[in-house]
């Protein structure tokens, strides 16, 4: 790992959260750099999905759910969780592909377009360029091109889930949140998906949630490994898999638990 | 020894058990599709008779409806109007606040608010329809009079007014159900592209439902055009062929009321009408479950 000049693009900072009383993730600093990919990795119900979903505050469309400490969100140094903020505005920067590829029940086009329709982008030169450019990057395009207007559900696991990357690129995010997005895809599917995901570092700065080891392993610059709602060890992804400092990640690494 | 040991033999008592309870099912599902196809067989045996005097091209297109005067007239059409325009006028109503009322529900309201709307709404499903019937009558009636002075007491408008409130809680229930099937995770994804909830609700969510929402609204269609006691109170009787709802007119539905209740000799031609009638609305909702059927089949959404 080269150590090139890195920009912090957000952090976490004593970031707790519950669900109603039960609090799930207990303190956990954490940073993000800019053009880098961070994986987050841990036994199921640690805590590492909950933690992505606080940096889009997708917690705030359930009721009960309540943070405490911050994220901050850079070059603005603004805390996305305050209630100054406004959530809508912070998953217009920051976006989102889950773990089930989850297309909308439109045209392969209007699901790419989405994002920019709701911001009220409707000019048809525009989103004929923004869906190309976006479909494109997400490799998506060439098998696409020749049926824009087919129902995205046609589309293949594998490719329906590069659509929803497609469709999270168009709106030129600053943060791209992954959430296991090749957990519900086959082998083939998986390599194009991480292959793509080396790509588009160079653009943003990327989190992503696996519960694939090989997967942290490929993909990512930063591993956090959590336990139990904690962080438990946090560095540069091969000093992680080489030489972990705590016992617990090298337990999990290893296959000893989890 | 290759036979079977005992405890693997065959034993014909569980499979002579199964064999009943398959039979009594098949009856159960049996009867229902028997019953059906028996009304629509009597329906066409006994329209026979009024064809073999009416031909059918002269009851789809004679513009008077008369069996009972001495100058006897066969033609279906005005109690089709009438159908059709009381029809219209309640989906005005029932269409909107239907739809309107299953986003709210299904999208907007908080589970408390949820859990304690329904059961109101759905209890005007269960007011008795000839209580609306009154309620047209004596009650919106007037009201509309006042707006309209020239509005006669019976008239098509109040009673498809209140037939619509009617179907109101058929097509939200039935909305609200398709939309609350959307899958949260389909939700999500329009949430963190940025979208406000009325977004997701009219981009996202209402088109992935909009099979059962269509299924929804052909319902209510078909509780309309059946409906009978509202239209039978508050319309007029009076087989008009107009399609101006501020007019008393008479539906194939209050025909048959009306003459059903009067003392008509079994085997008259004006007795054979009801039959006819009969068959005309059942064959109307027929083809609006067809389209329903097809519709939901064509926009069914596979998640």
Redesign the interface.
Known sequence: MTEKETILKAEARDLSFYYGQAKALKNISLPLYDKKVTALIGPSGCGKSTFLRCF?R?HD?Y?NNHYEGEIVLHPDNVNVLSDKVDP??V??RI??V???P?????SIYENVA??L???GINKKSILDEKVEEALTNAALWNEAKDRLQDLA?NLSGGQQQRL?IA??LA?DPEIMLFDEPTSALDPIATASIEELMDELKSRFSILIVTHNMQQAARVSDYTAFLYLGELIEYNETKKIFTNPDRKETEDYITGRFG | MNTPSNRLAYKPLRHIKERIIEAGLFLAAFMSVATTFAIVAILVYESIPLFKVVSLWTFLTDTQWTPLFDDAHYGIMPLVAGTMVTTAVALAVAIPMGTIIAIYLSEFA?HKVRESIKPVLELLGAVPTVVYGYFALIFVTPLLQKLMPELSGFNMLSAGLVMGIMIVPYVSSVSEDAMRAV?M??R?????????RF?TAT??VV??A?SGIAAAYILGISRAVGETMIVAVAAGMQPNFTLNPLEPAATISSYIVQVALGDLPHGSIGYQTIFAAGLTLMLMTLVFNVIGYWLSRKFR??Y
């Open positions: 889009n997708m469309l009721p809508i505005e998953r217009m976006s989102m889950f773990q089930k989850n297309p909308f029940p439109k989405y994002g329709r709701v911001r559900f929803c469709r999270a709106i | 908080s899958p995770h389909i999500e994804g329009s949430y963190a592209m940025g979208s406000t977004q981009r996202v088109p992935g909009f959404e596979v």
